[in-house]
């Protein structure tokens, strides 16, 4: 199983990046998928996620209105479109898969499945 998260970059406040996460040997059918960040010197912190069936998606107060989770199960792959960013949202993004079984949530340990990082630089 694997999750590859990309699009990452550096950006200028204000700006926008899409991120992606494709899926490998797994489907968006049976697994909701969450987006994480860890900033330098903070805890990792779950900023949405989406459940399999598409009906429910959480974002968390620090980015909703700002942040735009989608999926195209044609193509097995979560985005996560970032706009208005700030230097704050400066940090490595995850994706990580969660059973169906779990529910809707950003708690890590539900997730079972989980990509590499790609790091977003937001500065000016």
């Known amino acids: 199983v694997q999750l590859q998260a990309s699009g990452g970059g550096l950006v200028q406040p204000g700006g926008s990046l899409r991120l992606s996460c494709a899926l490998s040997?797994?489907?968006?059918?049976?697994?909701?998928i969450g987006w994480f960040r860890q900033a330098p010197g903070k805890e990792r912190e779950g900023i949405s996620c989406?459940?399999?069936?598409?009906?429910?998606?959480y974002y968390a107060d620090s980015v909703k209105g700002r942040f735009t989770l989608s999926r195209d199960t044609a193509k097995n792959t979560v985005y996560l479109q970032m706009s208005s960013l700030k230097p704050e949202d400066t940090a490595v993004y995850y994706c990580a898969a969660l059973p169906i079984i779990a529910g809707l949530t950003v708690k890590e340990d539900r997730y079972i499945f989980w990509g590499r990082g790609t790091l977003v630089t937001v500065s000016s």
């Open positions: 040997r797994i489907t968006l059918d049976y697994y909701g």
């Open positions: 989406v459940s399999n069936n598409d009906d429910n998606i």
